[in-house]
């Protein structure tokens, strides 16, 4: 009782202050032409993508402009050593038919309004010639005031810039701005009692779980200061929705979401040429017109793109020269635009995949704080072979490739249902439980540990090969830009399926219209990319630290080489060659294995002496019709730097009796389980030769390109030929001296 007295005797206490400074400071109310008001360019200013201002311009065509209402006054101030001399308050002949007078004002000099700004830019939309006016309450402020005063003058200033009325809520994105400015997140100084009133802003609504949420939210410092990065771009804040933050703790997806704020922030750092001075400038009307725009992809959108350029409604507030420069830069980009709107659209489609993915946690953690990604680590089998680095990488694959199957799938398998479109297309009747078993048994041969129970059965069925499908099938025709987020359609399930396939996943080419498969593409990228190799070769460090520390503690437990031990492969135990010949502790019958679209094979004569060399098989169209063969040592890290290599060499890999294609990365887990068995390499031509051009255009490749690709990839066999009969000798000879010495 004590300390809720001390507060309202305080509260009191600065009410009283501001009341007596406020009558103080207040002279007159007037009348004064529209041109005269000029508003800051704060942060609620930027982020303004004037959709108020249309509303607000529709109520005046309907029922006038209200603006003697003293709700409606616009509070300005003028400073003591203007006050009667560049402005003047008149009380003859004001106009409004009140005893009220309008200010005689300098040429030249602007008044400080402090709001109601879209108001105005309302009114000088729809107030023509003489009606071009307003009503202004008029503060007049000491410009020399002593320390206390100062405190009291920027509270009174502070009072009129970010009134709030209680029966209104302030945007979102301002008041997220505002807490976290005067909570001292920012580069101001910690002011409690304006963070107060920020808090209690967003509980003008009865049960508002707003304050709640956001202070949840704040206690997780990754995802507080990734969303705090994009503070910068002040255009982005408008679609902003502090009542949906405590869904997005609660998904434990960090790494995801986190991903996806980078996503948008490097997006719009590539737009201004990574000059980040410009990223305050980026105004709301412009990030709503680049919204889920893909220009380079787009004929459309480059033509809608350069029309508001030319127009000056895209970047309004950057010179000319810049504005060139930057539509350059926007023009360039083959994936669409990310923006906080399409990020809480798109949360939606993430929930589908994260109610597959969190079943695999199943009990859950004693570390409920843990993400989904943290919690998958903790169950890796991380002893596998080869070095820290290469397991690292072997996880991040595991982790995409559970991720791709639960977004491919995740409508299927939980209660979601997509967005519902005029034409219905039969769905395949692949059933929920066989889908389930897919996943739990892909968790297996990634490495991880699946829950137990019935729901962790092999598989009985082979999942088929989505077949290859775009939507919209008419070329001619692309999806509309307000519905390229958020859950797809119905009637694009099959596109969508086919186009999250393992192979379509890796397609390098770039599409020449906006359709179903390149968004889910976009949108999955967007999420994961830090568990995708970049172009550079590299990966994100986003959940890094974890994974190695876990990979630290395997590698010094390793056992001494030479030493009888277990290798496990794929998630279950292989036999070295000093152990009996036992099958593997997870193998299923023949017709029970496991083959989705990436397809991961188990077989019972699955045991593979790591002293045998397996078969790859070559096939460059156009260059030979007989198949070039090249043994390779069955060597883990061997494969992996040949993968690699032969999918940056436009090779893709299939398994030659059933020909169904696998991810290059995936040649390793193949021959664990089937020694005997061979794949085929093919040269992708089109992949070599560069991206796709338009399909309604005739596509000209050159004698000579094809000749040069065929016989770079020539080389390239020739090469990994002479790698692998180095380590197959090498192994030879250090086999044939171990057994000499013994």
Known sequence: MANSWRKQHTTEEEERRLHVYRSRCFQVTAKVPLYFLSFEEGFRSWMNNHENVTRLEKLMKTQGCQRLMRENHVPVIV??????????PVYENSGVGLDMPHLQISPGYRLRALDHESLINAAQIRLKGPDQWWIVDVYVLDTDSGDAVGIIQQRFVRSLKERIPN?????????????????????????????????????????????????????????????????????????MRIGVLHKITAMHCDEAICCYWEHILQTFLRIVGGRQQLLPYIDGMTVGLLES???????????????????????????????????????????????LKTFFKDRLYLEVAQNVMKQALLPVPNDTAATIDAGLCATWDSARSGTIPVRQERLKEGLLELWRFSFQYG?????????????QVPQDGIEAAELWRHFFALLRIRGFKAPDGDSAAAPTMI??????????????????????????????????????????????????RVTAGFLRQSVFNAFFSYLQTTATGTRSTTCEVPLQQAQVEVESNQPPLG??????????????????????????????????????????????????????????????????????????????????????????????????SIPPQDIFDYYSTHASSQLVASLNN?????????????????????????????????????????????DSVSRHTSLSSL
């Not at 003591?80 to 003047?88: A, C, G, L, N």
Request: aromatic letters at 8%; charged letters at 25%; one cysteine or more.
């Open 79 to 88: 400073s003591s050593e203007d006050w009667m001399t560049k402005v003047v």
């Open 167 to 239: 029966d209104l809520s302030p945007p979102d994105g301002l008041a997220y701005e505002r807490i976290n400015y005067y909570e001292g997140h920012l580069d101001g100084h910690i002011n409690r009692s304006a963070a107060d009133d920020w808090w209690a802003a967003l509980n003008t609504k009865t049960r508002s779980s707003k304050e709640k949420g956001l202070r949840n939210f704040f206690r997780n410092a990754k995802l507080h200061n990734s969303l705090n990065a994009l503070l910068a771009i002040r255009g982005l804040w408008e679609a």
């Open 293 to 339: 725009r893909a220009p380079k992809v787009s004929m459309r959108d480059r033509q809608f793109l350069q029309k508001r350029m030319d127009d000056g409604q895209l970047f309004a507030n950057l010179d000319n020269q810049v504005r060139d420069e930057v539509l350059e830069n926007i023009l360039r980009i083959d994936y669409p635009i990310p923006t």
């Open 411 to 423: 409508f299927e398998m939980t209660g979601h249902t997509r967005l519902k479109s005029d034409k």
């Open 463 to 512: 999942l088929p090969t989505p077949p290859p499908c775009e939507f919209p099938e008419n070329p001619e025709h692309e999806i509309e830009a307000p519905k390229r987020c958020g859950k797809p359609y119905s009637n694009s399930a099959r596109a969508d399926r086919f186009a999250l396939t393992a192979s379509s996943m890796r397609q390098r080419s770039v599409p020449d």
């Open 563 to 660: 030493s009888e031990t277990v290798s496990p492969v794929n998630g279950y135990d292989q036999p070295s060659e000093s152990t009996s010949n036992e099958p593997s502790s997870w193998n299923t019958t023949p017709g029970r294995g496991l083959i989705s679209d990436s397809a991961y094979t188990l077989s019972s004569s699955a045991s593979q002496s790591q002293s045998s060399p397996v078969i790859m098989n070559f096939n460059l169209a156009g260059l030979s019709r007989d198949q070039q063969q090249l043994q390779m040592p069955y060597d883990f890290e061997w494969i992996h730097q040949f993968s690699t290599e032969l999918d940056a060499n436009s090779f893709g890999v299939e398994i030659m009796d059933t020909g169904r």
């Open 686 to 730: 089109e992949d070599s030769l560069g991206p796709s051009i338009n399909n309604k255009r005739k596509r000209e490749h050159s004698d000579d390109a094809g000749n040069n690709v065929n016989a770079r990839a020539k080389r390239f066999i020739e090469e990994q030929a002479l790698r692998a009969r180095d380590r197959i000798t090498m």
